[in-house]
């Protein structure tokens, strides 16, 4: 069995990220082959939070060059994780903004 660390890999750290936060929408990058529930279960075990609702989303591998050398980055899961409106705030992404 997976733990909540080997669900949940990072915090998604851009600008249009952090303007979900606003809403207590939540970005990270997640193992692959974890569902829904997986993710929810994880983020409330790890943060102490209670999740509203989870999207999940297969994003592509980008294409990069280093000098003639060409490929693509890994492809990744992103989740977005939407907290209750009575439910805390992530402490780790409240000292971001």
Known sequence: MKTAHDIILKPVITEASMQGIANKKYTFKV??????IEIAKAVAELFGVKV???NTMNVN???RRQGMHAGYTADW????VTLTEDSKTIEFF???M
């Open 61 to 63: 591998g980008r294409y």
């Open 31 to 36: 193992a692959k082959d974890a569902n829904k």
């Open 77 to 80: 899961k992103k989740a977005i």
């Open 52 to 54: 509203a609702k989870v």
């Open 94 to 96: 409240d000292s971001m």
